[in-house]
């Protein structure tokens, strides 16, 4: 039956006007409502208008994505206008997370360097954990993080997290780690991009290098 079917398909596929050409063989297709040609066009207008409609949400999904996009570029570009006008590393600490937040509607932004960890030894075992989740300089997202590193960058109430290693392209070790965390389990999930979250860890670690040259060699 499937394999009869196939072959109708390909017949139907590379004659599409066959029933135009022998509208004869309309009087072999049985239809429900038993009105012929009639029913037939029917149908296949109805098929027609459902492929329209599906045509038509995936073209304004489409749009959806793009302004999406659109706006997250934007938005990185106000993120990098900020990152070039600060002038020293407490106005980075202060001003960038903050601005991380408001511009894209982050519930907490904290950062972690590895000499501030060196400070506090308690905190070394979950940094160094860290570091092994970024592998090759690259971004991490997850919402199944254990409570080791969770801890070490946010409160309680954050239940998935974006982890962003902070380089420059000259300098091969990570000079700290940048933390996005949500309320919602599902913003970030192991399966997400994060090519705009390289860039900006890229952006930030220049940044952070131009500030503190001593901590970045």
Do not use: W
């Not at 017949?11 to 009087?27: C, G, I, S, T, W």
């Not at 590895?114 to 919402?143: F, G, I, K, M, W």
């Not at 997400?192 to 670690?205: C, I, K, P, V, Y």
């Amino acid at each position: 039956m499937t394999a009869n079917l196939d072959l109708v398909k390909t017949v139907l596929q590379d004659n599409p006007d066959l029933f135009q050409a022998h509208p004869e063989l309309l009087e072999l297709v049985n239809l429900n409502d038993n009105r012929g040609a009639h029913s037939l066009l029917e149908k296949q207008i109805d098929v027609l208008k459902q492929r329209l409609a599906d045509h038509k949400n995936q073209q304004r999904q489409f749009m959806a994505v793009a302004r999406e996009n659109e706006q997250i570029s934007d938005n990185f570009s106000e993120v990098i206008y900020q990152l070039i006008g600060y002038t020293n590393l407490s106005q980075f600490a202060t001003e960038f997370p903050r601005t991380l937040r408001h511009s894209f509607n982050i519930d907490e932004v904290s950062f972690k360097t590895q000499a501030a960890v060196e400070r506090r030894p308690s905190d070394q075992q979950a940094y160094e954990e860290t570091l092994r989740r970024l592998p090759n300089h690259r971004s991490a997202c997850d919402n199944r993080l254990p409570s080791s590193i969770m801890n070490l960058f946010f409160s309680s109430d954050v239940n998935s997290a974006a982890l962003i290693p902070l380089r420059t392209p000259s300098i091969q070790t990570t000079l700290g780690v940048l933390a996005l965390g949500a309320k919602d389990a599902d913003r970030y999930t192991h399966d997400l991009g994060t090519n705009h979250l390289d860039r900006l860890g890229l952006m930030a670690g220049i940044c952070f290098a131009r500030l503190q040259p001593d901590m970045a060699k």
